[in-house]
T-cell receptor, first 112, second 116 residues
């Protein structure tokens, strides 16, 4: 069965700290994609990244980076030098055909 | 390019009433999906439309229905509202159906429905 686990319910950090959000997935598919979304207090789910299982290279986009490891079925997300604006709930998602299976989300609070 | 828009943003209804929510996808996107988000159940898939056809439906009662118009705009309807229907309803659009992640899916701001 397709499943996404985000074991960290809530993380609090002080500005400028680095923080890693964990995502562990289960799938029987040999080829698959994974997504990360950010949900700020406004409620909208903001698309962050989509990765294919063929590509295990780390992805870096500004202060954001993603570490994809098929051997441990993990797709972790790191924010470097966190800022208050990073405060949000972050979701990892695994597509199953035409729908997304979401994890329960990790609430990140960044304090000044 | 404008993003996914949803109207209304907030709704308050009473039990037994019905409600219609609207979603306009990103220009050029032909696939629209709906999700329900509640504190207890998290994000759950409701249904997906493509070319005016419902292609997939999640595990929700028949009170939840939807449709898609020729311009790709979509509406979802909930009849005989129950307290448990209080949730954030999110609409997502993609160029084509998600197809296992082949296409990226972008979400709107949601409609927050409160049932009293």
């Amino acid at each position: 069965a397709q499943k996404v686990t985000q074991a960290q319910t809530e993380i609090s950090v002080v500005e400028k700290e680095d923080v890693t959000l964990d995502c562990v997935y289960e799938t029987r598919d040999t080829t698959y994609y994974l997504f990360w979304y950010k949900q700020p207090p406004s409620g909208e789910l903001v698309f962050l990244i989509r990765r294919n299982s063929f590509d295990e290279q780390n992805e870096i986009s500004g202060r954001y980076s993603w570490n994809f490891q098929k051997s441990t079925s993990s797709f972790n997300f790191t924010i470097t030098a966190s800022q208050v604006v990073d405060s949000a709930v972050y979701f990892c998602a695994l597509p199953r055909k035409d729908k997304l299976i979401f994890g329960t989300g990790t609430r990140l609070q960044v304090f000044p | 390019k404008a993003g996914v828009t949803q109207t209304p943003r907030y709704l308050i209804k009473t039990r037994g009433q019905q409600v219609t929510l609207s979603c306009s996808p990103i220009s050029g996107h032909r696939s629209v999906s709906w999700y329900q988000q509640t504190p207890g159940q998290g994000l759950q898939f409701l249904f997906e439309y493509f070319s005016e056809t419902q292609r997939n439906k999640g595990n929700f009662p028949g009170r939840f229905s939807g449709r898609q118009f020729s311009n790709s705009r979509s509406e979802m309807n909930v009849s005989t509202l129950e307290l448990g229907d209080s949730a954030l309803y999110l609409c997502a659009s993609s160029l084509e159906p998600l197809a296992g992640g082949w296409n990226e899916q972008f979400f709107g701001p949601g409609t927050r429905l409160t049932v009293l």
